[in-house]
C-alpha cells in the first residue's frame, strides 16, 4: 500500500526467540498502530505511538513491546515468543479524516 | 466498553442481487464509523466513513452505508452485487479515548456466486 511498507512479508521462527517487525512510512505521520488479526476476533490492538518516543499500549499488549525513534519507523518486539503470537500482523498509520492506511502485513508464524 | 459487533460469520448473495453487512456499535457519544474491505493476502482497503451529516453515505467500488443512531447500527450495502466483491469485511468506530485508535468488529466473510 501507498506510504507505508512492513518488513519482512512472512516469518517462522522457534518458540522462545525474540522477533522484530518493522513498519516504515514516507508520508510523515504523527499516529502509526500495531495490530494483530486472528479469525474471529478481528483486528486488536497491540500498541499505538502519537510521536517520536511516545507510545502506549493497546488491548493486547501483553508480550510486546515497541520502539519509535524516527517518525517514519515504528518497530514492534515479541520479547520471547509463543505459539499464541502465531498470527497475522498489521501496521496502520492515521491519514486524514481518521481514517487508516494499512501495511501489506507480516504473516509470523512460530513454532 | 467500546465495542463493535458483526453479527454475521459469512454472508452469500447471488451475483447481481443487493447485498447488505450487519455492524452495530457501542460507543459512548457521538460515534465516528468506517468500514474496511480485506481481499486475500492483502492489507486492508478503506470503503467509506460516518463522521456527521447524512445518514446514507456513499463510498469506493459502489458500496454505502446506512447510519441508524436509534438502532446503533451502521449496515453496508450495495443495491447489485459483483463476484469480485467477495471478501473479509470489517466495521470499525473510533474509540473515544483519544489517540485516533479504531475497535473493529470480528469481520464477516461476503461470498458473491454467479
Known amino acids: 500500500d501507498a506510504g507505508i511498507t512492513q518488513s519482512p512479508r512472512h516469518k517462522v521462527t522457534e518458540t522462545g526467540t525474540p522477533v522484530t517487525l518493522r513498519c516504515h512510512q514516507t508520508e510523515n505521520h504523527r499516529y502509526m498502530y500495531w495490530y494483530r488479526q486472528d479469525p474471529g476476533h478481528g483486528l486488536r490492538l497491540i500498541h499505538y505511538s502519537y510521536g517520536v518516543k511516545d507510545t502506549d499500549k493497546g488491548e493486547v499488549s501483553d508480550g510486546y513491546s515497541v520502539s519509535r525513534s524516527k517518525t517514519e519507523d515504528f518497530l514492534l518486539t515479541l520479547e520471547s515468543a509463543t505459539s499464541s503470537q502465531t498470527s497475522v500482523y498489521f501496521c496502520?498509520?492515521?491519514?486524514?479524516?481518521?481514517?487508516?492506511?494499512f501495511g501489506s502485513g507480516t504473516r509470523l508464524t512460530v513454532v | 466498553a467500546q465495542s463493535v459487533a458483526q453479527p454475521e460469520d459469512q454472508v452469500n448473495v447471488a451475483e447481481g442481487n443487493p447485498l447488505t453487512v450487519k455492524c452495530t456499535y457501542s460507543v459512548s457519544g457521538n460515534p465516528y464509523l468506517f468500514w474496511y474491505v480485506q481481499y486475500p493476502n492483502r492489507g486492508l482497503q478503506f470503503l467509506l466513513k460516518?463522521?456527521?451529516?447524512?445518514?446514507l453515505v456513499k463510498g469506493s467500488y459502489g458500496f454505502e452505508a446506512e447510519f441508524n443512531k436509534s438502532q446503533t447500527s451502521f449496515h453496508l450495502k450495495k443495491p447489485s452485487a459483483l463476484v469480485s466483491d467477495s471478501a473479509l469485511y470489517f466495521c470499525a468506530v473510533r474509540d473515544p479515548g483519544g489517540y485516533n485508535k479504531l475497535i473493529f468488529g470480528a469481520g464477516t466473510r461476503l461470498a458473491v456466486h454467479p
Open positions: 496502520a498509520i492515521q491519514v486524514i479524516d481518521y481514517g487508516y492506511t
Open positions: 460516518y463522521i456527521t451529516g447524512d445518514n
